[in-house]
């Protein structure tokens, strides 16, 4: 039983690219997470989703990202115009998301995107 | 102020004493979690616990409701434990809220 996937594991941009990011969750789960870890800091969320929907954005930058999680495939977050402070792991966790109770959550191994 | 909120943020210790890591939090919370990054940088989670203990192996778990604080034991340390270890906390959208982590180095 496969984990987290994420790809690429390592992306390298130049100022003004796009940067697109992947991840499948662990078979079975349909809730996603992505979060952020800046150089020498801590972990900070991003957004969730479920299966075609976006249920908390609220750690997304108002510009310039943005993620989904299609019917089918992987779920993708978006950089566009990336920027030398976009630089950073972005680590995706998926859950099953039951109900009645705390879920708890599965890390993929993390795509470190680097822009020069 | 953090929400979350470790001590200390960096620790050593020499092989076979016993680790303690603490963890408060501010906010109401559905569970809090204990999870460990390697210096590769992959993320393990080791305990989800919403009341009392949990041990696996020489990890050791607690958390104390009334006084929003945990606290993760390591017993008979060893250097393959060297690692951060991150405490993080989930509201009721389970999403995960992250305290800075501690920096632990086991010495032979």
């Known amino acids: 039983n496969a984990g987290v996937m994420q790809n690429p594991r390592h992306l390298v941009r130049r100022r003004g690219q796009e940067a697109r990011l992947r991840c499948s969750p662990m078979?079975?789960?349909?809730?996603v997470y992505w979060y952020r870890q800046l150089p020498e800091e801590g972990l900070k969320f991003m957004v969730y989703l479920q299966k075609e929907n976006i249920i908390d954005e609220s750690g997304m930058p108002k510009e310039r990202f943005s993620a989904e999680f299609p019917k089918e495939g992987p779920s993708i977050l978006r950089i566009q115009q990336v920027v030398r402070g976009d630089s950073a792991a972005y680590f995706c966790?998926?859950?099953?998301?039951?109900?009645?109770?705390?879920?708890?959550?599965?890390f993929g191994p993390g795509t470190r995107l680097t822009v020069l | 102020k953090n929400e979350v909120e470790q001590s200390p943020q960096n620790l050593t210790a020499q092989e076979g004493e016993f680790i303690t890591i603490n963890c408060s939090y501010s906010?109401?919370?559905?569970?809090l979690h204990w999870l460990q990054q390697h210096p590769g940088g992959g993320i393990v989670s080791l305990f989800m616990?919403?009341?009392g203990k949990k041990k696996h192996g020489r990890l050791i778990a607690t958390i104390n409701i009334q006084e929003k604080h945990s606290s993760l034991h390591i017993t008979a340390s060893h250097p393959r434990d060297s690692a951060v270890y991150i405490c993080?906390?989930?509201?009721?959208?389970?999403?995960?809220?992250f305290g800075t982590g501690t920096r632990l180095q086991v010495f032979p």
């Open positions: 616990l919403s009341s």
């Open positions: 993080a906390v989930t509201d009721n959208t389970d999403k995960l809220i």
């Open positions: 078979k079975g789960h349909s809730h």
């Open positions: 966790a998926s859950s099953s998301g039951l109900a009645g109770g705390p879920n708890e959550q599965f």
């Open positions: 906010v109401g919370i559905s569970a």
